[in-house]
């Protein structure tokens, strides 16, 4: 079965920095990942998805992820952060066509803060 | 307009008492889920259905109910069994095997 660790639980960041958010999975295959961003009291929206192929996949908002098989990782960045990112950001995992086993699983989020 | 419709947004009941969660879609989905959601706790599955008339337990399923009578719905019930119901209930869709699923606005139930 698949797994899914964010090992950042709250992070801070002033607007117009830098932002990465880490994420590792555990997988036996080639896994489908993805990020998505949840608002106070909304659902959750996706970002981005990677499935195969290029490593680096681009998202909505100006946010990427990039896919790295040799680290389990697919670490979400954005170059400049406006406050309006300030949000609850979810990475999952899923195994692809593999019958029995359609579920994502999903880390336990990361808040993110921005200070002006 | 596609989507997932949840409704209602806020749910009040009282203790002991049954309540039903609706969540009904128009993107042709097979797989539906339930979600629970605490602070600080990500989302924890209830449970699924990837074809009408069928469907299985999540990880926390005690104290809860569903159906899925039609492809657009899947109804979720809280029973007077589930211990701690006062939560942030998810309701998601999915339209490839392993795919993304795409999320519900959510509705609050508290239990007093």
């Known amino acids: 079965a698949q797994s899914v660790t964010q090992p950042d639980i709250h992070i801070t960041v002033s607007e117009g920095a830098s932002l990465e958010l880490r994420c590792n999975y555990s997988?036996?295959?080639?896994?489908?990942l993805f990020w998505y961003v949840q608002s106070p009291g909304q659902g959750l929206q996706l970002l981005l998805k990677?499935?195969?192929?290029?490593?680096l996949v681009q998202g909505i908002k100006g946010f990427e992820a990039e896919f790295k098989r040799s680290q389990s990782s697919f670490n979400l960045r954005k170059p400049s952060v406006h406050w309006s990112d300030a949000a609850e950001y979810f990475c999952?995992?899923?195994?692809?066509?593999?019958?029995?086993?359609?579920?994502?699983?999903f880390g336990t989020g990361t808040r993110l803060t921005i200070i002006p | 307009d596609g989507g997932i419709t949840q409704s209602p947004k806020y749910l009040f009941r009282k203790e002991g008492q049954n309540v039903t969660l609706s969540c009904e879609q128009n993107?042709?989905?097979?797989?539906m889920y339930w979600y629970r959601q605490d602070p600080g706790q990500g989302l924890r599955l209830i449970y699924y259905?990837?074809?009408?008339?069928?469907?299985q337990k999540g990880d926390i399923a005690e104290g809860y109910s569903v159906s899925r009578e039609k492809k657009e719905s899947f109804p979720l019930t809280v029973t007077s069994a589930q211990k701690n119901p006062t939560a942030f209930y998810l309701c998601?869709?999915?339209?490839?095997?392993?795919?993304?699923?795409?999320f519900g606005p959510g509705t609050r139930l508290t239990v007093t």
């Open positions: 999952a995992v899923g195994a692809g066509f593999d019958f029995g086993n359609e579920k994502l699983t």
């Open positions: 990677y499935f195969s192929g290029d490593t």
């Open positions: 997988y036996g295959a080639t896994p489908y």
């Open positions: 993107l042709n989905h097979d797989a």
């Open positions: 259905s990837q074809i009408v008339n069928d469907f």
């Open positions: 998601a869709t999915q339209g490839l095997a392993g795919g993304e699923q795409y």
